[in-house]
């Protein structure tokens, strides 16, 4: 129940003295303190009552507890009384074994009684000294009893010396909870008091809410307009920027078409001034006919590359294959003069000076043929310049009527562009007489938020002195919290040191527990050792009763023995040893029978004995859970046959 109380106290803590000086010192922080100091005097209360329960759960506790002792201490004696009686009988069920086993060695042996008695009366020596050993051990175990009896009867007198305390600390509790219902009532008049207080000043903190509120709105209202003034202003800026931008692009636009038209006249000019006369161009003409080419060349080039490419590939197939043309004329002539040489060869062996002439008549001829053949090459290399020419003055033609069109197009924009010029710098000058406009309207809107700034300080130094006061009763309402946190401390002692005393009694009571429970497993062994020791005396006596059989048999045995030696009959006398011959083997089967009983208790005796050795060392590993339920050990299913038998 302790433990309960404790875990209750942790779930539901009281507030600590630093953590009621942290909390705001605005009204509501105090009224939310008083709330929070009614309820932990409630708590408190309730607290106090659930620990008077459990003291006097624990009070009954501590008389079951110390009842159980009483029995636990009786249990004990009765348990070591039993324990030592088992033990003293195992020592004798043992002697008795040496001795059946000394019995059958004498009813083996068959020899004179003077042995056995010797022998008898060694066992009888050997049981009175067992005798001795299990009166001293009985009185040693009264002893030992008679002592853990007056350990528990000073445990039980120190339980019942810490009840008393614990009581004591009861009554202080209660007298401390009365001083803290009287300081609860003090508490309460103070409360009222500032109740009273407080309406006040939530009256006057309301009226300045108020005034705050009004002032603010008006505040937010200028901030406003002024962030509206200023968002057109910077849209007025920017359409501004973007006129001038457009202004200076048009401007820029104006001036490069005027340039372009510039420099289109002086082209034209200049062509008009470069104009040659007809005769002076067709002497020219076969030495610009190749550059003229190069230059139409050019400006495909400029124009379209893949053009140029292909064009270039052409000239170059052309190029190559007229080149193939020309080696295979060279190659041709090359055949027909050495034909020729040889058939001049031949001519001239056949005619000498005839010959001579008309060789040379036909070279004549040949020159005449090749200067020729020289002049048509020349009139078509002219005729291909003429034509290259025309070419170029057509071109030439038709690039000035396309300069003549972009000229009047560049006029027509420059004037478009004027147009526009005129109606950014009217749209300009609206847009600036608008920014004076806001300009006024931005520094009016800043000299009222001069005025709200200063009505608002004023708000603020009404607002610190309210507060200065309110700080001055947040002061007695802490000073208030401190006395009541001081006494929430003191019952807070006394409940720890009732909750350490119950735990103490716990672990005493524990304690005997776990005692009670170390008597309960030594039962559990005297309880095994009991039935091995009905076990083993249940065998002695089936032994001892075969020796006084065997005994009585032996006697028997010898007075035959004399009866057939004193006979004189002889067939009758072989009667005799039959029936002794049938008699020894019914002994003999008897003898295997026994030795097989012998053996097979001895191999129970080994099992027994080890399985007692195996139950001695073990120990108990850590702590035994805890439970509510009282353990009492049952006896083996053996053990109790062997009761029912008795019975």
């Known amino acids: 129940m302790s433990m309960m109380s404790e875990e209750k106290e942790n779930a539901n803590p009281t507030p600590a003295i630093g953590e009621v000086r942290s909390k705001p010192s605005g009204p509501l922080g105090t009224a939310a303190q008083l709330v ?24 009954e506790e501590h008389s079951g507890a110390s009842k159980r002792t009483d029995a636990l ?16 009988e195992f020592k004798l069920v043992t002697h008795e074994t040496a001795t059946r086993s ?20 060694q066992l009888e020596k050997k049981l009175e000294q067992l005798q001795q050993v299990h009166d001293d051990g009985k009185k040693s175990h009264e002893k030992k009893l008679a002592d853990q009896a007056d350990a528990h009867l000073h445990i039980k007198r120190q339980l019942e010396s810490q009840l008393q305390e614990s009581k004591k600390q009861v009554s202080a509790l209660q007298t401390d909870v009365r001083q803290m219902r009287t300081k609860v009532a003090d508490s309460d008049r103070a409360e009222s008091v500032r109740t009273k207080e407080r309406q006040k000043r939530d009256d006057a903190e309301s009226k300045l809410k108020e005034a705050h509120s009004t002032s603010e709105s008006a505040l937010s209202q200028f901030k406003k307009q002024a962030a509206e003034l200023a968002l057109e202003l910077a849209k007025a800026t920017a359409r501004s920027d973007d006129l001038e931008q457009r202004l200076q692009v048009a401007t820029s636009l104006a001036s490069s078409r005027q340039e ?63 080149r193939r043309t020309t080696l295979a004329a060279l190659d041709a002539s090359e055949r027909a003069l050495a034909w020729g040489r040889l058939l001049n060869q031949e001519h001239n062996d056949a005619q000498s000076a005839p010959a001579i002439d008309r060789s040379e008549l036909e ?8 200067h020729l053949e020289a002049a048509h090459e020349r009139r078509r290399a002219l005729k291909t310049v003429l034509s290259g020419i025309t070419t170029d003055l057509r071109l030439s033609d038709e690039r000035l009527a396309q300069t003549q069109l972009l000229c009047t197009n560049l006029l027509t924009n420059v004037d478009l562009q004027q147009v526009e010029i005129a109606g950014l710098k009217a749209s300009l000058t609206s847009v600036s007489t608008q920014r004076e406009v806001t ?28 507060r200065s006061r309110v700080g001055e ?25 009732l909750a350490t005393a119950i735990q103490h009694g716990k672990l005493r009571e524990e304690l005997l527990e776990a005692d009670a429970d170390t008597l309960r497993k030594a039962l559990e062994d005297a309880a095994r050792y009991e039935q091995l020791f009905e076990e083993l005396s249940h065998e002695m006596r089936g032994i001892v009763a075969r020796g006084v059989l065997a005994e009585a048999e032996a006697e028997r045995l ?51 004995r080890h399985e007692l050795d195996m139950y001695k060392s073990v120990r108990a590993q850590g702590p035994k859970a805890r439970s509510t339920m009282i353990r009492v050990g049952r006896l083996p299913s053996g053990v109790t046959s062997g009761l029912e038998d008795e019975r």
């Not at 124009?303 to 292909?310: S, T, V």
């Not at 802490?478 to 002692?493: D, I, M, R, S, W």
């Open 36 to 59: 929070q100091l009614r309820t932990q005097i409630e708590q408190l209360k309730t607290q106090n009552a659930k620990l008077t329960r459990e003291a006097h759960l624990e009070r």
């Open 73 to 88: 201490v009786k249990d004990n004696e009765l348990l070591q009384a039993r324990v030592t009686s088992m033990a003293t």
């Open 102 to 121: 000394t019995l059958e060695k004498a009813a083996a042996s068959r020899d004179p009684s003077k042995d056995q008695l010797a022998r008898l009366s």
């Open 260 to 322: 372009l038209l510039y420099t289109v006249a002086r082209q034209a000019g200049a062509l008009c001034g470069s104009a040659v006369s007809r005769s002076k161009y067709e002497m020219q003409a076969g030495n610009a006919a190749a550059l003229k080419l190069r230059v139409v060349r050019l400006e495909r080039k400029l124009a379209d590359r893949d053009a140029q490419n292909q064009e270039l590939a052409h000239l170059i197939r052309s190029m190559q294959s007229e």
């Open 363 to 370: 070279d004549e001829r040949k020159e005449h043929a090749f």
């Open 439 to 466: 300009q006024t309207e931005c520094d009016n809107a800043l000299g009222r938020i001069a005025e709200l700034e200063r009505r608002t300080r004023h708000a603020e130094l009404e607002e610190a002195h309210w």
């Open 473 to 497: 009763v947040d002061l007695r309402v802490n000073a208030a919290e401190l006395k009541c946190a001081e006494a929430v401390k003191a019952e807070k002692a006394a409940s720890r040191n």
């Open 558 to 608: 010898s007075v035959f023995n004399a009866e057939i030696l004193s006979h004189t009959n002889p067939q009758q006398k072989i009667l005799y040893l039959d029936k002794l011959r049938k008699q020894l083997s019914d002994t003999q089967q008897q003898l295997i029978i026994c030795e097989r009983d012998k053996d097979e208790v001895e191999q129970t005796n080994v099992a027994l």
